[in-house]
């Protein structure tokens, strides 16, 4: 159970070393360089400890030759030692005995020096030979001198075996400093050849890591800000689609993100600006509209007065005179009102305001001018268009010309989706919050795959030049602009169905906003 426990608690902390270092590219950049100090480091300080060893045996070599060339002297000093005696037995000057006394004493003294010196006390049995030689020597220097005396070489044949014996002692010691200095040159080589080859390590380590991080600064750093720049350039030429990818999760990465949101965010501010477009212009074609229907309403307005007055002056002076013509001047008078209504409708229709005029009306009204101007065109009457309206349907608190124009573009998208023939059923009722509006067809349907985006601006599924794409997105923004709203209830081959909701009063009206 502690073994689990502390297995998670290191998963979990390698985890979020992991997650901090992706978020910041400064410990990234930190980790590469203490990687490289590290390799530094390890291989430095391994050539320092061959440098150490190095001069370290360069020191034994040194005092190898040192002690080597004192051996040679005391060698050469050995081997001339006995000199004196031989020749006092060829000459029999017994002043030779002081002068041998004389390097015995000093080769003593220098024996004495380099035990001293070097703490070596292997040369006690050269000494001892010595002292051997040094008592032969009195024997020696104490024989009459004579030609034929047998005594003297023999002496001095055994002088020369004590004297070959230290010379083969320093031989010895000789041939120890020789071994010694050949395994600290043989050292010193393979510490040579270690130096360098740690040295070639850690120039291919170093430049394999410098590769790496050169990649990795390029990969991670580099081409994300060309990428980025790039992307920038054509966001900022107006192309707001472009997306600069997103590699990494630190600060280059959040840059990218950042940069992304604000291509996304200019690319939802352009599509809201050309929507606005759309609906100034169109609000300005309801305008020139309505400037042109209130000319022709004032140009027929005027001779449809005077004709209607010259109808009832005609209708008075004849009066029941003659019944046949005062049924056509009476059928005259109704046709001439029923003009005057439909010239108002248009009128109503029309006027653009740019004031919202929020005030309480009745519906049915509105309904009865939508379904009658929408089958103005003789094309249009052939689709059946029906009204059910609920008998106690209260008033509603809106905008009547916004609810007649929408209502309008919806008859006539219905009668467009029932070309094949088919009908269409208004039904007004009271909602939970407010008067529903249904406009139900039973025409083709709009496919599955394209109803998220019939209320997007330019979106049309009719033929080219019978459509704008305009008229469900304005249609929507009108009625959001007095706190209603249009959606598509449900769409399939039988045919399609649109609410319209609208509030019955100002509180409902709030409540809208506010939520």
């Known amino acids: 159970m502690i073994w689990g426990a502390e297995l998670a608690f290191d998963r979990l902390f390698f985890m979020k070393i992991e997650h901090l270092v992706s978020q910041h590219l400064s410990i990234k950049i930190g980790l590469w360089l203490m990687i490289i100090f590290i390799m530094v480091a390890?291989?430095?300080?391994?050539?320092?400890?061959?440098?150490?060893?190095?001069?370290?045996?360069a020191s034994i070599v040194e005092g190898s030759n040192h002690k080597s060339h004192e051996l040679h002297n005391l060698e050469i000093s050995i081997n001339r030692y006995i000199d004196p005696m031989k020749e006092f037995l060829i000459t029999g000057d017994y002043r030779l005995e002081a002068y041998f006394n004389q390097r015995h004493q000093s080769l003593l003294s220098s024996i004495q020096t380099y035990e001293h010196h070097y703490a070596d006390?292997?040369?006690?049995?050269?000494?001892?030979?010595?002292?051997?030689?040094y008592a032969l020597s009195h024997r020696i220097f104490a024989l009459p001198f004579a030609v034929g005396n047998m005594e003297g070489p023999i002496l001095l044949k055994e002088v020369n075996e004590h004297g070959k014996i230290a010379v083969l002692q320093?031989?010895?010691?000789?041939?120890?400093?020789?071994?010694q200095v050949n395994d600290a040159m043989r050292m010193m080589d393979g510490l040579r050849m270690d130096m360098r080859d740690d040295a070639l390590v850690l120039l291919l380590i170093l430049l394999m890591t410098l590769i790496f991080l050169t990649h990795f600064i390029y990969s991670q750093i580099v081409l994300p800000l060309v990428r980025m720049r790039k992307a920038a350039q054509q966001i900022g030429e107006g192309d707001f689609t472009q997306q600069s990818p997103v590699t990494s999760q630190d600060e280059i990465?959040?840059?990218?993100?950042?940069?992304?949101?604000?291509?996304?965010?200019?690319?939802?501010?352009?599509?809201?600006?050309?929507?606005?477009?759309?609906?100034?212009?169109?609000?300005e074609k309801m305008n020139a509209l309505g400037f042109i229907a209130a000319g022709i309403a004032h140009e027929i307005g005027n001779p449809l007065a005077a004709i209607s007055v010259s109808l009832q002056v005609a209708q008075k002076k004849l009066g029941k005179k003659d019944h046949h013509i005062d049924h056509h001047i009476e059928a005259a008078l109704v046709e001439s009102e029923r003009i005057e209504s439909i010239i108002q409708m248009i009128l109503n229709f029309s006027r653009h305001d740019p004031h919202r005029h929020?005030?309480?009306?009745?519906?049915?009204?509105?309904?009865d001018n939508a379904v009658y101007l929408a089958q103005m065109s003789p094309d249009k009457k052939t689709i059946h268009v029906s009204t059910d309206i609920d008998a106690h349907l209260p008033v509603v608190y809106s905008d009547e010309s916004i609810v007649l124009q929408v209502l309008i573009n919806l008859i006539l998208n219905a009668i467009d989706a029932c070309k094949g023939g088919g009908s269409i059923i208004i039904h007004a009722f009271e909602g939970m919050n407010g008067v529903m509006l249904n406009v139900k067809d039973t025409g083709s349907g709009i496919p599955t795959a394209v109803q998220q985006a019939i209320f997007e601006p330019h979106f049309t599924s009719k033929p080219r030049g019978q459509g704008t794409g305009l008229g469900l997105a304005i249609s929507r923004e009108l009625l959001?602009?007095?706190?209603?709203?249009?959606?598509?209830?449900?769409?399939?081959?039988?045919?399609?169905?649109?609410?319209?909701?609208?509030?019955?009063?100002?509180?409902?009206?709030?409540?809208?906003?506010?939520?």
């Open 253 to 283: 990465g959040e840059l990218a993100s950042a940069l992304n949101t604000m291509g996304q965010a200019l690319q939802e501010r352009d599509k809201h600006l050309d929507h606005a477009r759309n609906l100034s212009a169109y609000q």
């Open 121 to 133: 006390d292997s040369f006690r049995r050269i000494s001892d030979q010595l002292q051997r030689i």
């Open 170 to 179: 320093l031989s010895e010691q000789h041939q120890n400093l020789d071994i």
């Open 358 to 367: 929020l005030h309480f009306f009745k519906l049915q009204p509105v309904i």
């Open 480 to 515: 959001h602009s007095i706190q209603s709203s249009l959606q598509l209830i449900h769409s399939d081959e039988h045919g399609s169905c649109f609410q319209i909701y609208l509030p019955m009063s100002e509180k409902e009206l709030h409540e809208t906003v506010n939520c």
């Open 42 to 57: 390890m291989f430095g300080w391994d050539i320092l400890q061959d440098m150490k060893r190095l001069r370290f045996e």
